[in-house]
């Protein structure tokens, strides 16, 4: 499974970009890349997941570039309710009973 | 729709008893299920992974024990909690064949005593 590394914590402001940023660099060719959000005392919840390119929803972009050893969360326009971890997963397509390991996410604080 | 159920939400429990905490998939047929476990402040530690009816991989050594009595069912059992048990603990499910995203319970905080 490739690892994944991505910054501890990040802090911004209401109404601002955020950027999420995860390294990659062992991702294996039917690896997607997937990011979660947790807010305390719930479970992650499933946000976005890409190949490469960008992929787009109603709550974030993801980017990804061509080697796609990295990849970007991108959460437009942060409000307080966004203060949450995310995490970044590389999930290979289609493999039951993957063991999926989640690292220690970022925690994002927004302020007012 | 598929729905993930766990519970208790919340149990203290002293030292040295047992534990069950259950969790149900309803809405899927043949999950892959797992337990993981988040202490205060940490990240999220794979626990146990099922891929079918008696079918239990186990990550971290510990005094838990899972099991997979029936298809959409799975529990996390201990004979004797230690301090270090206490945590928040999230069972997950992902469809068999086309795992890419895992979703996740409600959580149990577990509190030992």
């Known amino acids: 499974l490739a690892k994944t590394t991505q910054p501890i914590s990040m802090d911004s402001y209401e109404g601002q970009e955020v950027n999420i940023t995860c390294s990659h660099n062992?991702?294996?060719?039917?690896?997607?890349i997937t990011w979660y959000q947790q807010f305390p005392s719930q479970g992650p919840r499933f946000i976005i997941q890409?190949?490469?390119t960008k992929v787009t929803n109603e709550v974030a972009s993801l980017f990804i570039p061509a080697d796609r050893k990295s990849s970007t969360l991108s959460l437009p326009r942060v409000s307080l309710s966004d203060t949450a971890v995310y995490y970044c997963?590389?999930?290979?397509?289609?493999?039951?009973?993957?063991?999926?390991?989640f690292g220690k996410g970022t925690t994002l604080s927004v302020s007012s | 729709s598929q729905t993930i159920h766990q519970w208790p939400a919340t149990l203290v429990q002293p030292v040295g008893s047992p534990l069950s905490l259950e969790c149900t998939v309803e809405?899927?047929?043949?999950?892959?299920l797992y337990w993981y476990r988040q202490a205060a402040g940490r990240g999220l530690q794979l626990l146990f992974y099922?891929?079918?009816?008696?079918?239990i991989s186990s990550e971290v050594p510990q005094n838990l024990s899972a099991s997979r009595p029936q298809d959409r069912q799975f529990i996390l059992s201990s004979k004797k909690l230690l301090l270090s048990d206490s945590g928040f603990y999230l069972c997950?499910?992902?469809?068999?064949?086309?795992?890419?995203?895992?979703?996740f319970g409600e959580g149990s905080w577990l509190t030992v005593v």
């Open positions: 890409g190949y490469k």
């Open positions: 062992n991702i294996a060719t039917n690896d997607y």
């Open positions: 809405g899927t047929s043949n999950p892959n």
């Open positions: 099922s891929v079918g009816i008696g079918q």
């Open positions: 997963l590389v999930v290979p397509a289609n493999q039951a009973g993957t063991a999926l390991i």
């Open positions: 997950a499910w992902d469809p068999i064949h086309s795992g890419n995203t895992i979703y």
